[in-house]
């Protein structure tokens, strides 16, 4: 199975952490992708992931192969650089774009 996370709000970033930890329980197996645009790529800048104590959580999910995916477009228009973000986490063009090619490669759409 594959399964795309997508995460535009804040509100909704815890939520799609247990999204990820539920299905990695229920299948280890299954290719997870959390694709962040809006204004969520800041939720994991290395700064903000210490601060809310999620490195461990978002390190764990990128050695269990989870993808997790920012919009190159979210980033400047939140004054992010790269360099802030968490190793292993890979910038795409358009989040929009990403998110519509994985739904056409197969990918479940699961928006928490």
Known sequence: MKILIHVNQVERW????????????MDNATTIELALNGETPAQV?????????????INDFLHQNVMITVCHHS?????????????GIEIVPSG?????????QGFGYLKP
């Not at 939520?15 to 539920?22: C, E, F, G, S």
């Not at 800048?45 to 959580?57: D, F, R």
Request: hydrophobic residues 45%; charged residues 15%; glycine residues 0%.
């Open 75 to 87: 980033l400047t228009a939140l004054a992010i650089s790269p360099k802030q973000l968490l190793n």
């Open 14 to 25: 815890e939520i799609a952490l247990n999204n990820v930890k539920n299905i990695i329980t």
């Open 45 to 57: 800048t290395s700064t903000m992931l210490a601060q809310n104590k999620q490195t461990e959580i």
């Open 96 to 104: 929009a774009y990403e998110i519509a090619l994985r739904q056409h």
